[in-house]
């Protein structure tokens, strides 16, 4: 789409966010869940199949390298800083063959192209060299949407005593969204970071975002984001 299309689009979406406000308002929700004492940062699928060109799950170029990577490196500077964990989440299969009887991929190949990434092809799944991973943070592998189903992931985030979950990554329509969805129904406060948030289709993540903060999270910048995990850093963590 041409930017005289994306502006079009962009009108229209705010139109519709401003007439679904009034209604949510009025029926009590877009309430704030705030953040907690414990923040640990969730990167979804921001691997180079997401996150480089050429592949089928390649997501919107423009905002990876000037949105969405600049602002993963604000985020993990200021955990880093302080300690806070970080956990990388990634996805690949080890049975790609779509008529095998049984494959890791389920059957999700029979919606989108997962098979595409294979796990033998490291460099798809491994994490953007730009936002690598540094020892004590975590890398984890899914097989579906969610970073908590089939993972290990509620429980890292239990045994450090974290109360507080910023997620990033893609995809705002599938993999991001359904993470916040089972963060907040694991009992973690969710925050979903606005600008470390993409997608393949215009107005997917505007929609997504602006759905996941009337329901599931608080949408919040990634300023106000870094001052919260500066000022938070400065706290002992809960015994």
């Known amino acids: ?6 502006r079009e689009l962009d009108r229209m ?5 401003d007439a679904s406000t009034a209604i949510y308002q009025e029926r009590g929700f877009q309430r704030r ?40 490196q604000q985020l993990l500077a ?4 302080h300690g806070h964990p970080v956990i990388h989440v990634t996805t690949a299969y080890e049975i790609t063959d779509l008529d095998a009887p049984y494959t890791d991929m389920g ?45 290990p992931l509620a429980g890292i985030l239990r045994s450090a005593n974290v109360d507080t979950i910023l997620v990033t990554g893609v995809t705002a329509t599938a993999c991001v969204r359904t993470t916040i ?3 907040l129904a694991e009992g973690f406060r969710t925050i979903s970071v606005r600008e470390c948030t993409g997608d393949r289709v215009p107005g997917a993540v505007a929609w997504n975002l602006f ?6 999270a608080d949408v919040t910048g990634v300023d106000e984001c870094v001052a919260y995990l500066d000022r938070i850093g400065n706290r002992p963590a809960a015994a």
Not at 1 to 6: H, K, R, T, V, W
């Open 1 to 6: 789409m041409g930017e005289i299309d994306n």
């Open 181 to 183: 969805c089972d963060g």
């Open 107 to 151: 059957l999700w190949h029979r919606k989108i192209p997962v098979e595409a990434v294979s796990i033998r092809d490291t460099h798809l799944w491994a994490i953007d060299s730009r936002i690598a991973p540094v020892p004590g943070e975590h890398t984890l592998m899914k097989k579906k949407a969610s970073a908590f189903h089939g993972t």
């Open 78 to 81: 200021a955990c880093r800083r």
């Open 211 to 216: 759905d996941i903060d009337a329901k599931f």
């Open 33 to 72: 869940i705030g953040f907690g004492n414990r923040p640990a940062l969730i990167s979804v699928d921001l691997a180079n199949a997401w996150t480089r060109p050429g592949n089928p799950f390649t997501c919107d170029m423009e905002k990876m390298d000037n949105e969405i990577i600049p602002g993963m």
């Open 13 to 17: 979406l705010q139109a519709a966010f």
